[in-house]
């Protein structure tokens, strides 16, 4: 139930990852980020609801979304009957490699568009989301991958064109010191981890990093840190029998009280009563 950091690598072949959810009982996917671009299809009759940043949207069949890198995101389905969702994980690296201001580009498409302009490429992109479906279901040959490539190259094309928008110089992202900070909280919520000691271990300013981190994550650090610590709380009180004050711990809460408290606001209930409820 923590927020994980998917490294996407790229394959000898292909430079995307891809999967096909199906369902198989699983209505809810818990908060997590890559460093790859997401872009999502869903093609069953369905309803998705997926929480980006603290906004939340709702897909429905026909849907195409789009997840810019390192946006922290889950994804709850209504039903876990008739669910066909195809997603996309592409490369950054790769990426960059074909277009160097990749960086400097926020995506921006949340489902079906209301404006004219924008209803035609939508629809080109669905209509090659659903060939390299065609494809990828089928066994694969060297010059199947490379039209796969193809493929990927038009859809990076009309999202580039159409539904994309440039950052300022002034909200550029050090993805550097974004993976590092990540990957700290990740690793080390348990400790006494906070904004100011986070950015004494990456050798930057609290003002530098805060800037960063909220840009790149929206969501302030400190506010992270405590939502790693509860997700990962949650599961032990839904997993283990460790009484209360050995989570709160285990956690790095300050203070039986503090975590309490924090988990109070994040569910509306305590958390022995939420262990009580779902136990």
């Known amino acids: ?69 390192r946006d922290i995101h889950e994804a709850q389905f209504e039903s876990v009957k008739n669910v066909f969702e195809f997603c996309l994980l592409i490369d950054y690296d790769f990426l960059k490699q074909i277009y160097p201001n990749i960086d400097q580009i ?46 990927l190259y038009i859809l990076i094309a009309l999202f580039l064109k159409n539904f994309s928008r440039q950052i300022t110089s002034d909200t550029l992202v050090n993805e550097s010191l974004i993976d590092k900070a990540l990957s700290t909280i990740n690793t080390n919520y348990a400790e006494n981890l906070n904004g100011t ?39 032990k009180l839904l997993n283990t029998d460790r009484n209360i004050d050995c989570i709160a711990i285990e956690c790095g809460f300050s203070s039986t009280k503090s975590f309490v408290r924090n988990f109070k606001n994040w569910k509306g209930t305590t958390p022995f009563q939420y262990r009580k409820n779902y136990v």
Not at 13 to 31: E, W
Not at 109 to 125: D, F, M, N, V, W
Not at 134 to 140: F, G, R, S, T, W
């Open 197 to 235: 000691i986070l950015a004494k271990r990456l050798n930057t300013s609290v003002t530098t990093l805060n800037l960063q981190f909220h840009q790149a994550v929206q969501m302030p650090i400190n506010k992270y840190i405590t939502t790693v610590r509860l997700l990962m709380a949650q599961k």
């Open 106 to 151: 926020h995506f921006s498409l949340h489902g079906r568009p209301a404006q004219l302009s924008q209803l035609i490429p939508y629809q080109e992109i669905e209509k090659q989301l659903r060939i390299m479906i065609q494809l990828l279901q089928e066994p694969k040959t060297d010059s199947d991958n490379l039209n796969l490539t193809g493929h």
């Open 1 to 69: 139930m923590t927020i994980k950091y998917e490294i996407v690598q790229t394959t000898p072949k292909l430079p995307f990852k891809y999967y096909f959810h199906d369902g198989k009982d699983i209505k809810h996917v818990p908060p997590h980020w890559h460093q790859s671009l997401e872009l999502g299809f869903l093609v069953s009759d369905n309803v998705l609801k997926i929480r980006d940043n603290n906004a939340t949207f709702t897909y429905h069949k026909g849907d195409i979304w789009l997840i810019n890198s």
